[in-house]
T-cell receptor
Framework: DTEVTQTPKHLVMGMTNKKSLKCEQH?????MYWYKQKAKKPPELMFV???????INESVPSRFSPECPNSSLLNLHLHALQPEDSALYLCASSQHWDRGPEQPQHFGDGTRLSIL | AQTVTQSQPEMSVQEAETVTLSCTYD???????LFWYKQPPSRQMILVIRQEAYKQQNATENRFSVNFQKAAKSFSLKISDSQLGDTAMYFC?????????????FGQGTRLTINP
């Protein structure tokens, strides 16, 4: 059983829709991450939150908008996406990362996103 | 910039055999972490094993062990007594050991199939 829960597991949306991906963890981790993974490729980092503040944005287009309302929740708001944004979106969390990466990242199952 | 190279896109072995996955990396850092992650078809990325670069002793986790050659910048994963459940995509990953936001840099992955 994963300790990082992502919802929904699958999402199909049109290019004009607005939707959100949700990620939740109750391990007390203070760093949370969003990754994008295309088929047969490694995950690519999108955003990192530390203590609920955005600390890394890997030059992600503004149609992706992250939000961290509290230490357990991470959202990714989607608007006006393009077909090439279809991918698996993975959330991860880790503990005490800002004191050194001693703690590994724990990943969720991901949300499979398809843009029509 | 750090790069991670996995030169074996696919591998296939018989159940109970031993298999070694290769990984090389390039960095000018002296302190860093290396990881092997497993991603089964079920999608969840699972940490298999990690190695701190300042430790000379190779990490082991049950049937999984690494051969860490710091001078050669090599970090191979050995799976002993392979099982059907080991079938997955395996990613080698690198992370700097510094305070502050750090990225996991992934290799392209090796698709491992364990045959009955």
């Amino acid at each position: 059983d994963t300790e990082v829960t992502q919802t929904p597991k699958h999402l199909v949306m049109g290019m004009t829709n607005k939707k959100s991906l949700k990620c939740e963890q109750h391990m007390g981790h203070r760093a949370m991450y969003w990754y994008k993974q295309k088929a047969k490729k490694p995950p690519e980092l999108m955003f990192v939150y530390s203590y609920e503040k955005l600390s890394i944005n890997e030059s992600v287009p503004s149609r992706f908008s992250p939000e961290c309302p509290n230490s357990s929740l991470l959202n990714l708001h989607l608007h006006a996406l393009q077909p090439e944004d279809s991918a698996l979106y993975l959330c991860a969390s880790s503990q005490h990362w800002d004191r050194g990466p001693e703690q590994p990242q724990h990943f969720g199952d991901g949300t499979r996103l398809s843009i029509l | 910039a750090q790069t991670v190279t996995q030169s074996q896109p696919e591998m296939s072995v018989q159940e109970a055999e031993t298999v070694t996955l290769s990984c090389t990396y390039d960095t000018s850092e002296n302190n860093y972490y290396l990881f092997w992650y497993k991603q089964p078809p079920s999608r969840q990325m699972i940490l298999v094993i990690r190695q701190e670069a300042y430790k000379q002793q190779n990490a082991t986790e049950n049937r999984f062990s690494v051969n860490f050659q710091k001078a050669a910048k090599s970090f191979s994963l050995k799976i002993s007594d392979s099982q059907l459940g080991d079938t997955a995509m395996y990613f080698c990953a690198f992370m700097k050991r510094r305070v502050g936001a750090q990225k996991l840099v992934f290799g392209q992955g090796t698709r491992l199939t364990i045959n009955p």
